[in-house]
Nanobody, 121 residues
Framework: QVQLVESGGDLVQPGGSLRLTCVAA???????????WGWYRQAPGKERELVAS???????NYADSVKGRFTMSRDNARKRLFLQMTNLKPEDTAVYYC????????????WGQGTQVTVSS
C-alpha cells in the first residue's frame, strides 16, 4: 500500500523560507512517474486546498495565493516531491500534504500525516 511521508515543516518568521519533501514509499517508479502530483495544505478551521501541482517541469500550476513564492519540483528516480517556499506569510500557516490527483482531479491515495508549517514572529 502506498505511503506518503511529508517532512520539512517548521516554525519560521514571516519572509522566511522552507523546503518540504514528500516521499512516496512502497511505490514503484513506473507508477510514480506518470502521476500528476500535488501539494495541498489545510489551515485550522479551513478545508484542505491544492496549492501546487505538476506532471513535468513544463506542466506546473499554482494557486494564486502562492504563485511567485512557491516552487514545486520532483525527483522521479527517488520518488520524491519538493515544495520550495519563499517569502512565507502568516496565512501560509497550515499542515502541508502531498498526493497524486486522479483523472477527476481528486486525491488519489490515502493521506499521509502531513508536515506542520507555522509562520509567525
Amino acid at each position: 500500500q502506498v505511503q506518503l511521508v511529508e517532512s520539512g515543516g517548521d516554525l519560521v518568521q514571516p519572509g522566511g523560507s522552507l523546503r518540504l519533501t514528500c516521499v512516496a514509499a512502497r511505490m514503484i517508479t513506473s507508477v510514480f512517474n506518470p502521476n500528476l502530483w500535488g501539494w495541498y495544505r489545510q489551515a485550522p478551521g479551513k478545508e484542505r486546498e491544492l496549492v501546487a501541482s505538476m506532471r513535468t517541469d513544463s506542466d506546473r500550476n499554482y494557486a494564486d495565493s502562492v504563485k511567485g513564492r512557491f516552487t514545486m519540483s520532483r525527483d522521479n528516480a527517488r520518488k520524491r516531491l519538493f515544495l520550495q517556499m519563499t517569502n512565507l506569510k502568516p496565512e501560509d500557516t497550515a499542515v502541508y500534504y502531498c498526493n497524486a490527483l486522479n483523472t477527476a482531479n481528486q486525491p488519489k491515495y490515502n493521506w499521509g500525516q502531513g508536515t506542520q508549517v507555522t509562520v509567525s514572529s
